[in-house]
């Protein structure tokens, strides 16, 4: 996900490990906290 911000150009890159028998998140899930996670870096570039 890239996303610029007060002439500030952002990169998330999100990657999710799992360790033991837990199954990793599926795709929408993970994309969703990019976005969540993104937003939150916007809002305190712009603080």
Not at 23 to 33: D, I, K, T, Y
């Amino acid at each position: 996900m890239v996303f610029r911000t007060s002439n500030v150009i952002v990169t998330v890159s999100y990657r999710e490990e799992t360790s033991g028998p837990a199954e990793a998140p599926g795709s929408a899930e993970l994309q969703e906290r990019a976005r969540k996670l993104a937003r939150s870096l916007a809002d305190r570039l712009e603080e």
